[in-house]
């Protein structure tokens, strides 16, 4: 996707999940920094968001937190550090449920 937009002056950049959460089908519950390849998405978003770069170096990264999107706390002591900088941007989504 990143390499079929990436001269399109539309398309800023990528979403690279959305809405985060617990995987109830394989009981599997989303971490930010553990170093599980399995769960941390800290590690999964950073790594994503930097092969994204490589193919679309111009182009915006979008990363949510966990829970729907809705937790943000963890990136304060442990923000994302991508190899382009000024290419990050945290999304948040707020429910009223």
């Known amino acids: ?3 079929r937009y990436k001269s399109n002056p539309l ?13 109830l089908l394989n009981g599997l519950n ?6 599980n390849v ?6 999964a978003a950073t790594n ?3 092969q994204v770069l490589k193919v679309a170096p ?13 937790e943000m706390s963890m990136i304060k002591d442990s923000p994302i550090k ?3 900088s000024n290419k990050l941007v945290y999304s948040f989504h707020l429910y009223s449920w």
Do not use: C, H, Q
């Open 48 to 50: 994503a968001g930097n």
């Open 58 to 70: 111009d182009s915006l990264i979008f990363i949510e937190g966990l829970e729907y999107a809705n």
């Open 30 to 35: 989303p971490n930010w920094g553990s170093g």
């Open 82 to 84: 991508l190899d382009v």
């Open 11 to 23: 398309v800023i950049g990528n979403d690279l999940r959305n809405e985060i959460r617990k995987d």
């Open 1 to 3: 996707m990143s390499e």
């Open 38 to 43: 399995n769960t941390d998405w800290k590690l």
